[in-house]
């Protein structure tokens, strides 16, 4: 099946590490996207990248990075630098165009 | 700063009746709406969507409508069904790949 997997599904971090999130897609998209969502807000960008070994800061990049060395593959890492990383963390992708993107299930992070 | 604003936040309808759920867009630019689903624990699921040269698409029981003057998009779903239930999150694009995302309506069908 075509999709966008990520893993884990639930992620449980201490204070002071950094944790990183995977993604992974088989749809053959150029772009692929993180976003974060807390309760009762929208989705905010975290990154985005177009093509492989290239991406960009969004709206909310602060304590966070991100690699594309694979076009199927663009990890996530939360750095202690974030101050409240507890959150639903979602990756994207879409068509070159940028339209028509797909979301995964996300990964539920809690700092303990 | 560039922002959709979503209405209403909440929405409960009984089953069978129609609900509609209308978003505002401030980014004239803009010019790709997609409407997506999520299903408490889950991703949202991409539904339908329409582009600035078009001012309705419809897909079975969901339409979407464009109104580019007033910058106002909507999306009716007919024929409510107690599956329709989940939060409905709008967005606007200027083809950038940066989304805009609405703050969601929670829609509830009551059987």
């Known amino acids: 099946d075509g999709g966008i997997t990520q893993s884990p599904k639930y992620l449980f971090r201490k204070e002071g590490q950094n944790v990183t999130l995977s993604c992974e897609q088989n749809l053959n998209h150029d772009a692929m996207y993180w976003y974060r969502q807390d309760p009762g807000q929208g989705l905010r960008l975290i990154y985005y990248?177009?093509?492989?070994?290239?991406?960009q800061k969004g709206d909310i990049a602060e304590g966070y990075s991100v690699s594309r060395e694979k076009k199927e593959s663009f990890p996530l890492t939360v750095t202690s630098a974030q101050k409240n990383p507890t959150a639903f963390y979602l990756c994207?992708?879409?068509?070159?165009?940028?339209?028509?993107?797909?979301f995964g299930q996300g990964t539920r992070l809690t700092v303990v | 700063g560039e922002n959709v604003e979503q209405h209403p936040s909440t929405l409960s309808v009984q089953e069978g009746d129609s609900a509609v759920i209308k978003c505002t867009y401030s980014d004239s630019a803009s010019n790709y709406f997609p409407w997506y689903k999520q299903e408490l624990g889950k991703g949202p699921q991409l539904i339908i969507d329409?582009?600035?040269?078009?001012g309705e698409k419809k897909d079975q029981r969901i339409a979407v409508t464009l109104n580019k003057t007033a910058k106002h998009f909507s999306l009716h779903i007919t024929e409510t069904q107690p599956e329709d239930s989940a939060v409905y999150f709008c967005?606007?694009?200027?083809?950038?790949?940066?989304?805009?995302f609405g703050t969601g309506t929670r829609l509830k069908v009551l059987a």
């Open positions: 990248s177009q093509i492989v070994n290239d991406f």
């Open positions: 967005a606007a694009s200027s083809g950038t790949y940066k989304y805009i």
């Open positions: 994207a992708s879409s068509t070159h165009s940028g339209t028509e993107a797909f």
């Open positions: 329409i582009r600035s040269n078009v």
